[in-house]
């Protein structure tokens, strides 16, 4: 079974920071691309960004300035360094990995369960 866990959320003031984590644990034989989503409240979920195992970034436009993506293989965690954050980008974060469990596993994805950020004053 594998597992995302994320953390970091939180409360913060526009102009704020914060670093979200996600680490994929269970049973992974190997992680490919892993991301980050987000969805505020009555909107569809969204890309935020993505890093795959060759450390390729893709950013949403609207957060391209503001957020840094990045993992650590041997942790199996993925970040999401926001910075410069605004009111909206309050939204619930979602961690996304795209993991192989065996080494005949084709690849699946999973997700975390979430983690809110509200920024505000």
């Known amino acids: 079974q594998v597992q995302l866990v994320e953390s970091g959320g939180g409360l913060v003031q526009p102009g704020g920071s914060l670093r979200l984590s996600c680490a994929a644990s269970?049973?992974?034989?190997?992680?490919?691309?892993m991301g980050w989503y987000r969805q505020a409240p009555g909107k569809q979920r969204e890309l935020v960004a993505t890093i795959t195992t060759g450390g390729s970034t893709n950013y949403a436009e609207s957060v391209k300035a503001r957020l840094l993506i990045s993992r650590d293989m041997a942790k199996k965690t993925v970040y999401l360094q926001m910075s410069s954050l605004q009111p909206e980008d309050t939204a619930v974060y979602y961690c996304t990995a795209n993991i192989r469990e065996r080494s005949f596993s084709r690849g699946t994805d999973y997700w975390g369960q979430g983690t809110q950020v509200t920024v505000s004053s």
């Open positions: 269970g049973t992974i034989f190997s992680i490919n691309a």
